[in-house]
Each structure stands twice: as C-alpha cells, then as structure tokens.
C-alpha cells in the first residue's frame, strides 16, 4: 500500500469545552476531594489542573480575536483610487 504524504500540520487552539473541562476537574480536586496519595497533594494537582484550564481559554480567546481581526481585514475593500488631477501635466512645463 502506498504511503501518501500528509497535509501541513497546522496549529490548532485548545477547545473551549476541554479548557471548561480542566477548569472543572481542578476544582473539584481542589475544593471537593479529600484523598491523600504518597507524594501527591491534591489541592496542588487541582490548583494545577484549574490553572493549566485557565491558561488554555485564555489561548483560545487571543486566537479567536486574532482570526477575526485577520477576517475583517481581508473583508475590507481598499478605498476607491481617484485620479490623480496633476497627472496629465508634464513635469517640467513652463509657461510661455
């Protein structure tokens, strides 16, 4: 079978419902779990977890700024040319 190449991988923004998604799992380990695990402190993986959410909504919301400022632009016309009125006068004419 033959190998195809791929397309350029692009860059994609974390999502919002998954950003949502660690914000919430790091709550609840913060603020409604009381378990110990050797080593782990669950306030700290859940201050983390809410902290890693948050920073991945922040990404997304300058990302999606950016692509509809990106957008607008390119929707915009160029303002209408009008004709130059001293186009058609020589340079360096003098009057006689």
Known sequence: MPVRAQKSA???P???????????VGAILTYA???????ISNHVAGVTISSAGLAALAIR??????SLRKRDDSLRA???QRPDPEA????NSSPR
């Open 78 to 80: 160029p303002p209408p």
């Open 10 to 12: 692009t860059m994609k």
């Open 61 to 66: 919301l300058a990302w999606s700024v950016r």
């Open 14 to 24: 974390p999502s919002v419902p998954g950003a949502l998604a660690a914000i919430t």
């Open 33 to 39: 779990v009381d378990f110990t695990i050797s080593g």
């Open 88 to 91: 058609g006068i020589p340079q």
